[in-house]
Protein backbone atom coordinates (compact mmCIF):
# COMPACT_ATOMS: atom_id res chain seq x y z
CA UNK A 1 0.00 0.00 0.00
CA UNK A 2 1.36 3.42 -1.06
CA UNK A 3 1.78 6.55 1.32
CA UNK A 4 -1.35 8.18 0.23
CA UNK A 5 -3.72 5.38 0.69
CA UNK A 6 -1.98 4.53 4.28
CA UNK A 7 -3.04 8.62 4.76
CA UNK A 8 -6.44 8.28 3.47
CA UNK A 9 -7.39 5.16 5.55
CA UNK A 10 -6.29 6.79 8.66
CA UNK A 11 -8.03 10.24 7.89
CA UNK A 12 -11.26 8.49 6.94
CA UNK A 13 -11.32 6.22 10.03
CA UNK A 14 -10.47 9.27 11.96
CA UNK A 15 -14.08 10.41 10.35
CA UNK A 16 -15.72 7.96 10.57
CA UNK A 17 -15.28 7.31 14.76
CA UNK A 18 -16.22 11.03 15.14
CA UNK A 19 -19.27 10.69 13.05
CA UNK A 20 -20.33 7.79 15.30
CA UNK A 21 -19.53 9.52 18.70
CA UNK A 22 -21.34 12.24 17.24
CA UNK A 23 -24.78 10.38 16.67
CA UNK A 24 -24.24 8.91 20.01
CA UNK A 25 -24.71 11.55 21.95
CA UNK A 26 -22.40 14.37 21.34
CA UNK A 27 -25.00 17.66 20.72
CA UNK A 28 -24.64 18.70 17.19
CA UNK A 29 -24.11 22.43 15.85
CA UNK A 30 -26.07 24.81 17.68
CA UNK A 31 -28.73 27.01 15.59
CA UNK A 32 -30.20 29.73 15.91
CA UNK A 33 -33.10 31.63 13.85
CA UNK A 34 -31.35 34.32 12.95
CA UNK A 35 -29.55 34.43 9.28
CA UNK A 36 -26.42 35.77 10.36
CA UNK A 37 -25.35 32.70 12.21
CA UNK A 38 -25.90 30.44 9.28
CA UNK A 39 -23.08 31.98 7.83
CA UNK A 40 -19.28 31.50 8.82
CA UNK A 41 -16.68 33.33 6.88
CA UNK A 42 -13.18 33.47 7.98
CA UNK A 43 -10.04 34.75 5.90
CA UNK A 44 -6.10 34.75 6.05
CA UNK A 45 -5.00 37.74 4.13
CA UNK A 46 -1.25 36.35 3.91
CA UNK A 47 0.37 33.92 5.92
CA UNK A 48 4.06 32.69 6.05
CA UNK A 49 5.41 29.74 4.99
CA UNK A 50 8.87 28.81 6.59
CA UNK A 51 9.57 25.81 3.91
CA UNK A 52 12.64 24.21 2.92
CA UNK A 53 12.71 22.11 -0.37
CA UNK A 54 14.19 18.55 -1.34
CA UNK A 55 13.66 16.47 -4.09
CA UNK A 56 14.38 15.74 -7.73
CA UNK A 57 13.77 18.62 -10.72
CA UNK A 58 13.76 16.85 -14.35
CA UNK A 59 13.57 19.15 -17.65
CA UNK A 60 14.41 18.03 -20.76
CA UNK A 61 15.33 14.62 -19.55
CA UNK A 62 18.32 15.75 -17.38
CA UNK A 63 17.58 15.65 -13.72
CA UNK A 64 19.54 17.02 -10.86
CA UNK A 65 18.79 17.04 -7.04
CA UNK A 66 16.81 19.82 -5.13
CA UNK A 67 17.99 20.23 -1.37
CA UNK A 68 17.52 23.57 0.02
CA UNK A 69 17.22 25.04 3.56
CA UNK A 70 14.63 27.44 4.65
CA UNK A 71 17.34 29.82 4.66
CA UNK A 72 18.68 28.38 0.77
CA UNK A 73 15.06 29.32 -0.35
CA UNK A 74 14.65 32.81 1.26
CA UNK A 75 18.13 33.65 -0.85
CA UNK A 76 16.69 32.36 -4.11
CA UNK A 77 13.04 33.93 -3.76
CA UNK A 78 12.24 36.74 -5.94
CA UNK A 79 8.47 36.91 -4.65
CA UNK A 80 6.10 34.69 -2.72
CA UNK A 81 2.24 34.99 -1.40
CA UNK A 82 0.20 32.98 0.57
CA UNK A 83 -3.58 33.22 1.55
CA UNK A 84 -6.38 31.19 2.50
CA UNK A 85 -10.23 31.48 2.78
CA UNK A 86 -12.75 29.64 4.62
CA UNK A 87 -16.41 29.88 3.67
CA UNK A 88 -19.28 27.84 5.52
CA UNK A 89 -22.99 27.75 5.72
CA UNK A 90 -24.76 25.26 8.40
CA UNK A 91 -22.42 22.45 8.05
CA UNK A 92 -21.31 22.81 4.61
CA UNK A 93 -18.26 24.99 3.45
CA UNK A 94 -15.58 25.36 0.74
CA UNK A 95 -11.97 26.20 1.64
CA UNK A 96 -9.64 27.52 -0.17
CA UNK A 97 -5.76 28.11 -0.03
CA UNK A 98 -3.61 29.18 -2.54
CA UNK A 99 0.17 29.61 -2.91
CA UNK A 100 2.54 31.34 -5.20
CA UNK A 101 6.71 30.85 -5.49
CA UNK A 102 9.02 32.46 -7.76
CA UNK A 103 12.55 31.22 -6.95
CA UNK A 104 15.51 31.09 -8.73
CA UNK A 105 19.20 30.18 -8.13
CA UNK A 106 23.07 30.96 -8.78
CA UNK A 107 25.27 29.07 -9.66
CA UNK A 108 25.86 26.26 -8.27
CA UNK A 109 27.72 22.44 -8.85
CA UNK A 110 25.93 19.97 -10.78
CA UNK A 111 25.37 16.42 -10.16
CA UNK A 112 27.05 15.00 -13.74
CA UNK A 113 30.49 16.10 -12.35
CA UNK A 114 33.19 17.32 -15.19
CA UNK A 115 30.50 17.01 -17.57
CA UNK A 116 29.10 20.32 -16.78
CA UNK A 117 30.50 23.26 -15.05
CA UNK A 118 27.87 24.43 -13.22
CA UNK A 119 24.06 24.80 -13.34
CA UNK A 120 21.70 27.45 -12.86
CA UNK A 121 17.50 26.58 -12.10
CA UNK A 122 14.18 29.07 -11.83
CA UNK A 123 11.10 28.15 -11.45
CA UNK A 124 7.51 29.50 -10.94
CA UNK A 125 4.51 27.82 -8.78
CA UNK A 126 1.17 28.67 -8.23
CA UNK A 127 -1.17 25.77 -6.22
CA UNK A 128 -4.25 26.79 -6.04
CA UNK A 129 -6.35 24.15 -3.08
CA UNK A 130 -10.25 24.54 -3.56
CA UNK A 131 -12.08 22.00 -1.17
CA UNK A 132 -15.68 21.22 -0.80
CA UNK A 133 -15.72 20.02 3.35
CA UNK A 134 -19.04 18.70 5.42
CA UNK A 135 -18.47 19.51 9.18
CA UNK A 136 -19.25 16.17 10.70
CA UNK A 137 -19.02 17.26 14.41
CA UNK A 138 -19.10 20.43 15.93
CA UNK A 139 -19.30 21.36 19.94
CA UNK A 140 -18.06 23.72 21.96
CA UNK A 141 -14.89 21.48 22.62
CA UNK A 142 -14.00 21.68 19.43
CA UNK A 143 -14.94 20.13 15.44
CA UNK A 144 -14.21 17.62 12.62
CA UNK A 145 -14.74 18.08 8.70
CA UNK A 146 -14.42 15.46 5.84
CA UNK A 147 -13.50 16.99 2.92
CA UNK A 148 -13.02 16.52 -1.18
CA UNK A 149 -11.16 18.34 -2.96
CA UNK A 150 -8.34 19.18 -5.98
CA UNK A 151 -5.17 20.58 -6.08
CA UNK A 152 -3.98 22.73 -8.96
CA UNK A 153 -0.81 23.00 -9.99
CA UNK A 154 0.69 25.48 -12.42
CA UNK A 155 4.57 24.96 -12.68
CA UNK A 156 7.32 26.18 -14.67
CA UNK A 157 10.77 25.09 -14.85
CA UNK A 158 14.08 26.46 -17.00
CA UNK A 159 17.51 24.46 -16.34
CA UNK A 160 20.74 25.91 -17.43
CA UNK A 161 23.65 23.61 -17.45
CA UNK A 162 27.05 25.83 -18.06
CA UNK A 163 29.62 23.78 -20.54
CA UNK A 164 32.04 21.39 -19.40
CA UNK A 165 33.13 18.21 -21.49
CA UNK A 166 29.94 19.07 -23.19
CA UNK A 167 28.38 21.67 -24.52
CA UNK A 168 25.65 24.18 -22.54
CA UNK A 169 22.57 22.77 -22.61
CA UNK A 170 19.05 24.67 -21.60
CA UNK A 171 15.84 23.44 -21.24
CA UNK A 172 12.35 24.84 -20.10
CA UNK A 173 8.76 23.59 -20.05
CA UNK A 174 6.00 24.60 -18.27
CA UNK A 175 2.95 22.19 -16.95
CA UNK A 176 -0.46 21.85 -15.52
CA UNK A 177 -2.24 19.14 -13.77
CA UNK A 178 -5.10 18.77 -11.36
CA UNK A 179 -5.09 16.42 -8.49
CA UNK A 180 -8.05 15.27 -6.42
CA UNK A 181 -7.78 15.07 -2.66
CA UNK A 182 -9.39 13.45 0.05
CA UNK A 183 -8.70 14.19 3.66
CA UNK A 184 -9.70 15.86 7.28
CA UNK A 185 -9.51 18.78 9.42
CA UNK A 186 -9.51 18.58 13.10
CA UNK A 187 -10.23 21.26 16.35
CA UNK A 188 -9.85 21.27 19.82
CA UNK A 189 -10.75 24.52 21.66
CA UNK A 190 -8.87 24.39 24.86
CA UNK A 191 -9.13 27.70 27.88
CA UNK A 192 -9.66 31.22 27.03
CA UNK A 193 -8.96 31.47 23.14
CA UNK A 194 -6.57 28.95 23.02
CA UNK A 195 -6.69 26.18 20.38
CA UNK A 196 -4.85 23.36 18.50
CA UNK A 197 -5.60 22.12 14.52
CA UNK A 198 -4.92 18.89 12.36
CA UNK A 199 -5.31 19.05 8.38
CA UNK A 200 -4.29 16.10 6.40
CA UNK A 201 -5.03 15.31 3.04
CA UNK A 202 -3.68 13.04 -0.20
CA UNK A 203 -4.55 12.06 -3.50
CA UNK A 204 -3.16 12.06 -7.05
CA UNK A 205 -3.92 8.73 -7.25
CA UNK A 206 -2.13 8.80 -11.24
CA UNK A 207 -4.99 11.63 -12.58
CA UNK A 208 -2.23 13.99 -12.42
CA UNK A 209 0.70 13.12 -9.94
CA UNK A 210 1.41 9.88 -9.11
CA UNK A 211 1.05 10.69 -5.65
CA UNK A 212 0.52 14.14 -3.62
CA UNK A 213 -0.37 14.24 0.34
CA UNK A 214 0.05 17.11 3.03
CA UNK A 215 0.36 17.53 6.51
CA UNK A 216 -0.32 20.07 8.83
CA UNK A 217 -1.02 20.97 12.63
CA UNK A 218 -0.09 23.64 15.52
CA UNK A 219 -1.85 26.03 17.68
CA UNK A 220 -3.35 29.52 18.17
CA UNK A 221 -5.08 31.82 19.99
CA UNK A 222 -8.42 33.64 19.09
CA UNK A 223 -8.36 37.77 20.15
CA UNK A 224 -11.74 39.43 20.47
CA UNK A 225 -13.56 36.45 18.75
CA UNK A 226 -12.55 37.71 15.41
CA UNK A 227 -9.46 37.84 15.33
CA UNK A 228 -6.63 34.53 15.90
CA UNK A 229 -3.04 33.94 15.16
CA UNK A 230 -1.80 30.28 14.47
CA UNK A 231 2.08 28.32 14.61
CA UNK A 232 2.16 25.40 13.30
CA UNK A 233 4.15 22.82 10.98
CA UNK A 234 3.38 22.00 7.53
CA UNK A 235 4.72 19.47 4.90
CA UNK A 236 3.29 19.27 1.33
CA UNK A 237 4.79 16.08 -1.13
CA UNK A 238 4.10 15.73 -4.83
CA UNK A 239 5.71 13.14 -7.55
CA UNK A 240 4.55 14.37 -10.63
CA UNK A 241 6.58 13.24 -13.64
CA UNK A 242 5.26 13.11 -17.73
CA UNK A 243 7.52 12.36 -20.30
CA UNK A 244 11.30 14.20 -19.08
CA UNK A 245 9.82 16.42 -16.85
CA UNK A 246 9.79 15.33 -13.24
CA UNK A 247 8.65 17.24 -10.55
CA UNK A 248 9.31 14.86 -7.60
CA UNK A 249 9.65 17.19 -4.17
CA UNK A 250 8.77 17.85 -0.36
CA UNK A 251 8.08 21.32 1.18
CA UNK A 252 8.31 21.36 5.08
CA UNK A 253 8.75 23.87 7.65
CA UNK A 254 6.82 26.29 10.24
CA UNK A 255 3.80 28.23 9.23
CA UNK A 256 2.67 31.63 10.64
CA UNK A 257 -0.47 33.22 9.74
CA UNK A 258 -3.55 35.58 11.26
CA UNK A 259 -6.92 35.24 9.77
CA UNK A 260 -10.23 37.68 10.38
CA UNK A 261 -13.81 36.33 11.38
CA UNK A 262 -16.78 38.40 9.42
CA UNK A 263 -19.07 36.08 10.33
Given amino acids: MTKFAVIIAAWLSLVVTAFSQTSQGFPPPETTSSNSSDWHIEWVPIYLWFTALDGNLGVGGKTIPISASFS ?22 VLTDFQYLDLSSSEMSTPFGLLYSSAHTDSQEY ?3 PEIYVRVFENSKGSVDAFAGIRYWHLRSNLD ?6 PAFHAGDSKDWVDPVLGARFRLNLRKGWFVMLKGDAGGFGAGSQETWQIYTGGGKEFKQRYSVFLGYRRLSVDYRDGGFIYDTNMNGALVGFSIKFK
Avoid at 73 to 88: E, F, G, P, S
Avoid at 161 to 166: P, T, V, W
Fill in 72 to 93: DVLDRLNIAYMTAADVRKHRVG
Fill in 127 to 129: ILD
Fill in 161 to 166: LRAGLL
